[in-house]
């Protein structure tokens, strides 16, 4: 297992459309979290699951996004009529509820979005 | 709501000079704190962590001691090198034990040989 993967790496879409980025969680993780980090900022946070349940949302997930997680194992995030204030670098992270110390997460390359 | 504070940078240091970089938290109870590095074109990597007042983290050199008086987790290393230049995030993880994790603006360093 090589860690969280991310697809795709980049992604640059024009105003209006949709786009989809899937992670890959470290395969006996039960928990994938989703960030949002823009240029100069620390990563935000925006949704997680525990396996296949989405636990909880950011306010800043506004209805244009969507996460899922069908079968507990890879996500996706979906971004619907993208606007250029969605440029930003995406993030998944995952981690075992049976670690230690608060179920540290481990992050995946991130997903840059470039909407023009 | 819980926060995490961080000196602005960019910082730039000679090789082998003494680095500090400031971080304070807000949160309610006692959370776990984080630092973690991105060096560039790199995705986050945790550096160290501290679970409970007065623990210190240390990993590569570097450490950090968990202040509760202070609210504070400042990162430290006595000789910084070239190969250290990258952006240092600190973070908290809430007493809830989701994992989430709230980060600060983060902080460029930058060693010049």
């Known amino acids: 297992d090589t860690g969280v993967s991310q697809d795709p790496r980049h992604k640059i879409t024009k105003r209006g459309q949709n786009v989809t980025f899937r992670c890959d969680p470290i395969?006996?993780?039960?928990?994938l979290y989703w960030y949002r980090q823009t240029l100069g900022q620390g990563p935000e946070f925006l949704t997680y699951f525990q396996n296949e349940a989405q636990l909880e949302k950011s306010r800043l997930l506004s209805d244009r996004f969507s996460a899922e997680r069908p079968k507990g194992s890879f996500s996706t995030l979906e971004i619907q009529r993208t606007e250029q204030g969605d440029s930003a670098m995406y993030l998944c992270a995952s981690s075992s509820t049976q670690r230690l110390a608060g179920a540290l997460p481990f992050f995946g390359p991130g997903t840059r979005l470039t909407v023009l | 709501g819980d926060s995490v504070t961080q000196m602005e940078g960019p910082v730039t240091l000679s090789e082998e000079a003494f680095l500090t970089i400031n971080c304070t938290y807000t949160?309610?109870?006692?959370?776990?704190l984080f630092w973690y590095v991105q060096y560039p074109g790199e995705g986050l990597q945790l550096l160290l962590k501290?679970?409970?007042?007065?623990d210190k983290g240390s990993n590569k050199g570097f450490e950090a001691t968990y202040r509760k008086e202070t609210t504070s987790f400042h990162l430290e290393k006595g000789s910084v090198q070239v190969s250290d230049s990258a952006v240092y995030f600190c973070?908290?993880?809430?007493?809830?034990?989701?994992?989430?994790?709230?980060f600060g603006q983060g902080t460029t360093l930058q060693v010049k040989p």
């Open positions: 395969s006996e993780h039960n928990r």
């Open positions: 973070a908290l993880s809430a007493i809830s034990n989701t994992g989430k994790l709230i």
């Open positions: 501290a679970t409970k007042a007065d």
């Open positions: 949160a309610t109870g006692y959370p776990s």
